[in-house]
């Protein structure tokens, strides 16, 4: 009797989830006007967004972390790198040309040649950010997972901490008033915000050691998640403190940044709690394999036009903040968008298994 497929753990498939509602949550805040109607509408306005853009803060950095906890321990190498970059790299092809030529055919879009010459160039043309930036971790892992692994445990924090200083401390004052003026990242370690090769490295390296050099609790250990709310707490606090004090104040520009120091620490408890919960679940792993899918769906530079611009428009009117029920509403579009944006993506993956049984079979008629 042949033994059932086993089923891997799920805690961190619902971290991957829920770090993609938390994704879109900062998607409406840049670009709906959330954060700016929040802010300007009164104080409990203002409390909901900070404290739910406390709380969604980590999410890129997380996701780097946890395919560093996973990757390490591979054996692939760079002559094999390429399956799975090709399989990273074929749905960024697939959505850039087919959003850009369905949006622009059914007017939903204007597009130009611009658009139509981009679409075709989704990785060099910084589509999606996130998208081009992971690509070349994963391309570089096998050569950064080779040096992790010949590392000891002492070498490996003094390792961390130099990367902590560069890419997260340094970065951060460097982008402070007063002390830009005599601290500078630019043209030495510049990782924007974030948002560039070398913070990726970092938390790609983060979830390494957690992965080479931690135990696993083996029951759900709450402390981290309370940490993390903590930290969340605390950051909000400090911004309403150094707010009136002139020499701190720059510290309300650099909160946001995916490398803030408080962020990074976050997102490492945040990853450490949901590495404790222990369950199964086809369903969750399911849905979470489609989680890049929503991101390269509703983060399509036309796509993001039409959302923010012609289907939630109410984001822009002032009155919505006004309304009891504009929290839930503001959680049931962050939920509409994740379904609305799977359900795609799940189409998508259907059609490239079709296509790839056909190219199978042909192959096997011409042998």
């Excluded at 999410?59 to 906890?69: D, E, L, N």
């Excluded at 892992?141 to 040096?147: D, E, G, Q, R, T």
């Excluded at 969750?284 to 959302?307: A, D, F, Q």
């Excluded at 959680?331 to 190219?359: P, T």
Aim: some cysteine.
């Amino acid at each position: 009797m042949a033994e059932k497929p086993k089923i891997r753990e799920s805690g961190i498939e619902l971290l991957r989830i829920i770090l993609m509602l938390q994704v879109i949550f900062l998607h409406i805040g840049t670009y709906s006007g959330f954060e700016t109607y929040s802010q300007e509408t009164g104080i409990f306005q203002e409390l909901f967004y900070w404290m739910n853009r406390l709380i969604c803060r980590c999410p890129v950095y997380v996701f780097v972390m946890i395919s560093g906890y996973f990757s390490v321990t591979s054996q692939t190498t760079m002559r094999n790198i390429w399956k799975k970059a090709s399989n990273v790299y074929l749905p960024m092809i697939f959505y850039s040309i087919t959003l850009t030529f369905v949006l622009g055919v059914t007017g939903v879009s204007q597009i130009n040649t611009y658009d139509f010459v981009k679409s075709f160039f989704p990785l060099t043309s910084r589509t999606w950010y996130f998208m081009s930036v992971y690509l070349l971790v994963l391309i570089l892992s096998p050569v950064v997972n080779l040096a992790l692994t010949k590392l000891d445990k002492k070498d490996f924090r003094i390792l961390l901490v130099v990367l902590f200083v560069l890419f997260s401390i340094w970065q951060n004052v460097a982008k402070t008033e007063p002390f830009n003026t005599v601290i500078s990242v630019n043209s030495v370690i510049e990782t924007t915000k974030g948002r560039g090769l070398y913070g990726f490295l970092f938390m790609y390296i983060l979830g390494a050691y957690l992965r080479l050099h931690t135990k696993q609790e083996e029951k759900t250990t709450w402390k981290y998640l309370i940490i993390f709310v903590l930290l969340a707490a605390f950051d909000g606090i400090l911004m309403y403190i150094v707010r009136d004090i002139p020499l701190l104040k720059g510290y309300l520009k650099i909160v946001n940044y995916n490398n803030a120091p408080i962020a990074v620490i976050q997102g490492l408890f945040l990853f450490l709690f949901f590495r404790t919960v222990r369950f199964k679940s086809k369903f969750i792993n399911y849905i979470s394999s489609h989680n890049l899918g929503v991101y390269m769906i509703h983060e399509h530079w036309l796509m993001r036009r039409t959302i923010w611009d012609r289907i939630f428009t109410f984001f822009q009117n002032p009155s919505f903040y006004t309304s009891p029920f504009y929290p839930a509403a503001t959680y049931g579009v962050i939920l509409a968008i994740y379904i609305s944006c799977i359900i795609i993506d799940i189409i998508r993956a259907r059609i490239f298994d079709l296509i790839k049984k056909l190219y199978e079979k042909i192959k096997k008629q011409k042998a």
